[in-house]
């Protein structure tokens, strides 16, 4: 997966194994948060921000990372609905906040290590 990200960069060439995980991370990030919004416009009207009027790459990637994926025996990555829940439950919550990007990854990363409280995304303690 990370050798298919690295040859399929739209924003600049790939170099690193980071920079190949944060484009797949990105990339997951955006499927979710499109379907997402196709699916549920009302609700999802906020989550524009992250998107337009240019992707914030750095937040998408660390909301693709909240997501906790998991690779399979063949190299794929794995989330399951809870995963991506999680993960709309976070862009929205960053969306509503639109904090600068820095701060905005400083949130994302306490609530995928756990700092936040579990409450932070409605999930139960």
Request: a positive charge; glycine letters at 6%.
């Given at each position: 997966m990370l050798r298919q990200a690295a040859g399929f960069s739209y924003a600049r060439q790939v170099r690193t194994r980071r920079g190949a995980q944060d484009?797949?991370?990105r990339?997951?990030?955006?499927?979710?948060?499109?379907?997402?919004?196709?699916?549920?416009?009302q609700e999802a009207a906020p989550l524009a921000?992250?998107?337009?009027?240019?992707?914030?790459?750095?937040?998408?990637s660390e909301l693709?990372?909240?997501?906790?994926?998991?690779?399979?025996?063949q190299g794929e990555l794995h989330w399951s609905a809870r995963d991506v829940s999680r993960l709309i439950r976070a862009a929205l919550v960053?969306?509503?906040?639109?904090p600068t990007s820095k701060v905005g990854v400083e949130m994302l990363r306490d609530i995928?290590?756990?700092y936040r409280e579990p409450s932070f995304l409605g999930l139960p303690s």
């Open positions: 484009l797949v991370y990339k997951f990030a955006v499927a979710a948060l499109e379907l997402y919004r196709e699916a549920y416009p921000w992250l998107l337009k009027p240019r992707p914030r790459h750095s937040l998408l693709g990372r909240v997501a906790q994926p998991r690779s399979g025996e960053i969306a509503e906040a639109k995928r290590r756990g």
